[in-house]
């Protein structure tokens, strides 16, 4: 039961850190377009959709780690051998 609350503290920390890197994202395209002397076009249905993009990305990055390194773990990975 460890292991599952473990996996799923990892995968809520992959979500978090997907959805903070993508508002750090659209913060620096922000600063781009003022820097740039625009005028400001972003929605919140495309800032969404970023931090959505983000979000998923880093889960699915997480999910992969997680499963390499407990399949390490599980006694029918490997052949059926528990690897040390």
Known sequence: M???KRV???LLA???AGALLG???RLMMRLANVAAGRESDFT???TAGIL???AVAVYYAVSLLVLTLVGRLL???GRG???D
């Open 44 to 46: 919140v249905a495309g």
């Open 14 to 16: 992959g979500v978090v």
């Open 23 to 25: 508002a750090v994202a």
């Open 52 to 54: 959505f993009v983000f």
């Open 2 to 4: 460890e292991t599952v």
């Open 81 to 83: 051998r528990r690897r």
């Open 8 to 10: 799923m503290v990892g």
């Open 75 to 77: 006694p029918l990975a």
